[in-house]
């Protein structure tokens, strides 16, 4: 009974009705760190790193200490031209369950096709026939979730040649669509922007941000003039100030710092989730 | 004289001496078991905090262990490296904060050592004994004296076998029936060596200590990679000391393997199977 | 570009991992960059799973690595990296320190090659140049057979 509570309580939808300020994707190389975060009071996890028999105990604990914990799928590939594989799906409505989650995530991109993984999110090519796909796979999703589900468009290398519609109104088809949530990755944003030469806030005008369930902010590096979303590497101050410029149009309910290797000092750990939370106008949870 | 006429081994009849034999082998077990309970118990220090990762690593693992979590502490904090002659050599100063058992494996890795010979140094020991020093009077590790005395009961114990040898000899000599005064030594004689051999090297406080431990610094566990640059040269150092030299070659593999430390406390050398655990950057 | 939406995602699933020719119409040179990023990773990925065998690579670690799995697409960074020790094995180039660490893996795992690793429940021993790896109950030890050079 408490729990059912702890869940009405706690759910996130973009209409602002609980705010969770700044967060940390949870990972277990960095697990003590984020115990110690007085003020934390939501994670992500990766959905495919929790066993079916439950978290890990470092992340029960934060999820019985009242810490919205959101399973994040990496590997669900809702953009596949195949439908979503059951057991995964099966899987990722268990780990939401067993998370006691307010929300789950997944991508607008797929990772496998013609029986080949390839270990990584790759983009779809903005036509009509690949919304179909997407929305396809998400009602499957939603239809064995009992938790809204956000989506994150991801930050694109390369396009594809005949792309029918623009970034903005594939997502905005898509969302109105499944009726699902906006997980906007303001990294991936600059990241798209920064290697076509466009402006970014031409793009956030254009992105229904009422529809934001949370938000995603993490680091990257430039190689030879272009721009990886790496998560290994420190936040640019560029993607900072976007935070801002995002946050002054329309603040969303929580932002999270996504890292996911080469794990600098605590220190500057807390200083990027202060900066975050400074560009935001949260409290500092460090 | 028994039954059958025959003259009894010594004068004194067969199940008489195994009674005499038996019980006072009972005394001498239960006695050690109940001083070992009483001497042993320790004190629980007030504070986990207090404790510095190589009296942990001592009390986990004794001299090597506290060696290998000091040359942790030093690898972490970039103060010792190793050379293709996989001797150990120094790289940079020795980190503030530091114990004197890292400072004497410090100025150890000044003299061309092998990280298997650090125990054996002078310096090293003194610092050693210092430790166990401080330990004994914090409760956490039996005095000298506790060690001495848990002895003396299996030390009797192993004479009333030796008695009872004998007592089996002169049986086997006379052509007596020797069959339970046999299962008895085979049963005291293995339970007497254990009871020498295995003294602790800690109170059941240190035991608990450790036991709470291991549940606070669990982050630390190999199994979960853990980023050492986050948890600094206390984390790291802390680390290997409770969960052994396996995080050691975590937290540096190629420093590890070059200074050959033996791989005490490690499970089935980690790696998931499945590195669907990754993070979704980037893009195509 | 033509054909139904699961031929052309193949097609790029094909091009960036497996080493097939990139797709008309797409950029040359930004696939060339998405394919060397997804490298990278996985290289990276692998390098921490198999430590010893990227250190004992050094430098030629990315370059060997890149080129034994530019057509050979992820089964995971440990049947990656395994699967990389065995070939570098049989040609006879597996650096002295990986060589400890595959020996730790085969006796702790079975792995067949093709179908996902299992922990191995029973002790066994692999011979490394002048040492014994011995496995029990999921513990290493590792036994110098001769005492070793430096």
């Given at each position: 009974m408490r729990r059912r509570l702890r869940r009405g309580l706690r759910r996130m939808t973009?209409?602002?009705?609980?705010?969770?300020?700044?967060?940390?994707?949870?990972?277990?190389?960095?697990?003590?760190?984020?115990?110690?975060?007085p003020g934390l009071r939501f994670v992500e996890v990766i959905a495919e790193s929790v066993a079916s028999t439950g978290p890990p105990p470092a992340l029960a604990e934060l999820r019985d200490r009242g810490v919205a914990v959101v399973p994040h799928g990496v590997r669900l590939s809702?953009?596949?031209?195949?439908?979503?594989?059951?057991?995964?799906?099966?899987?990722?409505?268990?780990?939401?369950?067993?998370?006691?989650?307010?929300?789950?995530?997944?991508?607008?991109?797929?990772?496998?096709?013609?029986g080949v993984e390839a270990g990584h999110l790759l983009p779809l090519p903005r036509t009509r026939e690949a919304v179909d796909a997407v929305v396809a796979n998400v009602r499957r999703v939603q239809a064995e979730l009992t938790v809204p589900l956000a989506l994150e468009p991801i930050a694109a290398l390369f396009d594809w040649p005949d792309d029918?519609?623009?970034?903005?109104?594939?997502?905005?088809?898509?969302?109105?669509?499944?009726?699902?949530?906006?997980?906007?990755?303001?990294?991936?944003?600059?990241?798209?922007?920064?290697?076509?030469?466009?402006?970014?806030?031409?793009?956030?005008?254009?992105?229904?941000?009422?529809?934001?369930?949370y938000v995603h902010v993490a680091g990257g590096a430039a190689h030879d003039g272009i721009y990886h979303d790496t998560h290994t590497d420190p936040v640019p101050d560029a993607v900072l100030d976007l935070v801002t410029d995002l946050c002054a149009r329309h603040r969303p309910p929580a932002l999270l710092l996504e890292r996911d290797g080469h794990y600098p000092e605590a220190a500057a750990l807390r200083g990027e989730l202060d900066a975050i939370a400074e560009a935001s106008g949260y409290p500092a949870i460090t | 004289m028994d039954v059958l006429g025959q003259p009894d081994t010594w004068g004194i009849p067969g199940p008489t001496f195994l009674v005499f034999f038996l019980s006072t082998a009972a005394v001498l077990v239960v006695g050690t078991l109940v001083h070992r309970s009483v001497r042993f118990a320790g004190r629980t220090p007030s504070d986990l905090d207090h404790l510095h990762p190589v009296q942990v690593a001592w009390l986990n693992g004794?001299?090597?262990?506290?060696?290998?979590?000091?040359?942790?502490?030093?690898?972490?904090?970039?103060?010792?490296?190793?050379?293709?002659?996989?001797?150990?050599?120094?790289?940079?100063?020795?980190?503030?904060?530091?114990?004197?058992?890292?400072?004497?494996?410090?100025?150890?890795?000044?003299?061309?050592?092998?990280?298997?010979?650090?125990?054996?140094?002078?310096?090293?020991?003194?610092?050693?004994?210092?430790?166990?020093?401080?330990?004994?009077?914090?409760?956490?590790?039996?005095?000298?004296?506790?060690?001495?005395?848990?002895?003396?009961?299996?030390?009797?114990?192993l004479g009333l076998?030796?008695?009872?040898?004998?007592?089996?000899?002169?049986?086997?000599?006379?052509?007596?029936?020797?069959?339970?005064?046999?299962?008895?030594?085979?049963f005291l004689?293995?339970?007497?060596?254990?009871?020498?051999?295995?003294?602790?090297?800690?109170?059941?406080?240190?035991?608990?200590?450790?036991?709470?431990?291991?549940?606070?610094?669990?982050?630390?566990?190999?199994?979960?990679?853990?980023?050492?640059?986050?948890?600094?040269?206390?984390g790291a150092a802390m680390g290997v000391a409770i969960f052994g030299t396996a995080a050691l070659y975590d937290l540096d593999p190629a420093f590890a393997a070059q200074a050959e430390i033996q791989r005490t406390a490690a499970s089935g050398a980690g790696g998931s199977g499945d590195s669907g655990g990754g993070g979704d950057s980037g893009g195509g | 570009m033509t054909g139904s939406l699961a031929d052309r995602q193949a097609a790029l699933v094909a091009t960036l991992v497996a080493g097939a020719p990139v797709p008309p119409g797409f950029d040359d040179r930004l696939v060339g960059v998405a394919r060397a990023a997804l490298l990278r990773k996985r290289a990276g990925e692998t390098a921490r799973q198999w430590p010893m065998l990227a250190a004992g690579l050094g430098h030629r670690w990315f370059p060997v690595f890149a080129g034994w799995a530019t057509s050979r697409p992820t089964r995971g960074s440990l049947r990656d990296g395994w699967d990389l020790?065995?070939?570098?094995?049989?040609?006879?180039?597996?650096?002295?320190?990986?060589?400890?660490?595959?020996?730790?893996r085969e006796a702790s795992w079975r792995y067949d090659g093709s179908t996902a690793p299992r922990r191995r429940r029973w002790p066994a021993v692999r011979r490394v140049d002048g040492a014994l790896v011995c496995q029990v109950a999921g513990r290493i030890r590792v036994v110098p057979l001769r005492r070793r050079r430096g």
């Amino acid at each position: 009974m408490r729990r059912r509570l702890r869940r009405g309580l706690r759910r996130m939808t973009g209409d602002g009705a609980t705010t969770y300020g700044v967060g940390i994707g949870w990972r277990p190389e960095i697990s003590g760190f984020v115990a110690d975060l007085p003020g934390l009071r939501f994670v992500e996890v990766i959905a495919e790193s929790v066993a079916s028999t439950g978290p890990p105990p470092a992340l029960a604990e934060l999820r019985d200490r009242g810490v919205a914990v959101v399973p994040h799928g990496v590997r669900l590939s809702l953009g596949g031209a195949e439908p979503v594989e059951p057991d995964r799906v099966r899987h990722f409505a268990q780990v939401a369950r067993l998370l006691d989650a307010p929300l789950a995530s997944e991508h607008i991109a797929f990772v496998r096709a013609g029986g080949v993984e390839a270990g990584h999110l790759l983009p779809l090519p903005r036509t009509r026939e690949a919304v179909d796909a997407v929305v396809a796979n998400v009602r499957r999703v939603q239809a064995e979730l009992t938790v809204p589900l956000a989506l994150e468009p991801i930050a694109a290398l390369f396009d594809w040649p005949d792309d029918e519609l623009d970034e903005a109104q594939f997502l905005t088809e898509i969302l109105d669509r499944t009726g699902a949530l906006l997980l906007l990755d303001i990294a991936n944003v600059y990241a798209n922007a920064r290697n076509r030469g466009s402006d970014p806030l031409a793009l956030l005008d254009r992105l229904p941000l009422d529809r934001i369930g949370y938000v995603h902010v993490a680091g990257g590096a430039a190689h030879d003039g272009i721009y990886h979303d790496t998560h290994t590497d420190p936040v640019p101050d560029a993607v900072l100030d976007l935070v801002t410029d995002l946050c002054a149009r329309h603040r969303p309910p929580a932002l999270l710092l996504e890292r996911d290797g080469h794990y600098p000092e605590a220190a500057a750990l807390r200083g990027e989730l202060d900066a975050i939370a400074e560009a935001s106008g949260y409290p500092a949870i460090t | 004289m028994d039954v059958l006429g025959q003259p009894d081994t010594w004068g004194i009849p067969g199940p008489t001496f195994l009674v005499f034999f038996l019980s006072t082998a009972a005394v001498l077990v239960v006695g050690t078991l109940v001083h070992r309970s009483v001497r042993f118990a320790g004190r629980t220090p007030s504070d986990l905090d207090h404790l510095h990762p190589v009296q942990v690593a001592w009390l986990n693992g004794g001299d090597s262990l506290a060696v290998y979590t000091a040359l942790g502490a030093l690898r972490a904090a970039g103060a010792v490296g190793t050379g293709a002659d996989r001797r150990l050599h120094r790289t940079g100063p020795l980190p503030t904060g530091a114990s004197r058992l890292e400072w004497a494996v410090h100025e150890a890795t000044g003299r061309r050592i092998r990280a298997g010979q650090l125990t054996g140094d002078g310096g090293v020991r003194t610092a050693l004994t210092d430790l166990r020093s401080g330990l004994e009077r914090d409760g956490l590790a039996p005095t000298a004296d506790a060690r001495l005395a848990a002895r003396t009961g299996p030390l009797l114990l192993l004479g009333l076998v030796a008695l009872g040898a004998v007592r089996l000899g002169a049986g086997l000599a006379a052509d007596r029936p020797v069959g339970f005064l046999v299962l008895a030594l085979a049963f005291l004689l293995p339970t007497s060596l254990v009871l020498l051999f295995m003294v602790p090297r800690q109170t059941r406080a240190a035991k608990t200590v450790l036991r709470q431990m291991r549940v606070r610094y669990q982050h630390l566990s190999p199994v979960n990679s853990p980023a050492y640059a986050t948890y600094g040269v206390a984390g790291a150092a802390m680390g290997v000391a409770i969960f052994g030299t396996a995080a050691l070659y975590d937290l540096d593999p190629a420093f590890a393997a070059q200074a050959e430390i033996q791989r005490t406390a490690a499970s089935g050398a980690g790696g998931s199977g499945d590195s669907g655990g990754g993070g979704d950057s980037g893009g195509g | 570009m033509t054909g139904s939406l699961a031929d052309r995602q193949a097609a790029l699933v094909a091009t960036l991992v497996a080493g097939a020719p990139v797709p008309p119409g797409f950029d040359d040179r930004l696939v060339g960059v998405a394919r060397a990023a997804l490298l990278r990773k996985r290289a990276g990925e692998t390098a921490r799973q198999w430590p010893m065998l990227a250190a004992g690579l050094g430098h030629r670690w990315f370059p060997v690595f890149a080129g034994w799995a530019t057509s050979r697409p992820t089964r995971g960074s440990l049947r990656d990296g395994w699967d990389l020790a065995r070939g570098l094995v049989a040609k006879g180039q597996l650096p002295t320190v990986a060589a400890e660490e595959l020996a730790v893996r085969e006796a702790s795992w079975r792995y067949d090659g093709s179908t996902a690793p299992r922990r191995r429940r029973w002790p066994a021993v692999r011979r490394v140049d002048g040492a014994l790896v011995c496995q029990v109950a999921g513990r290493i030890r590792v036994v110098p057979l001769r005492r070793r050079r430096g």
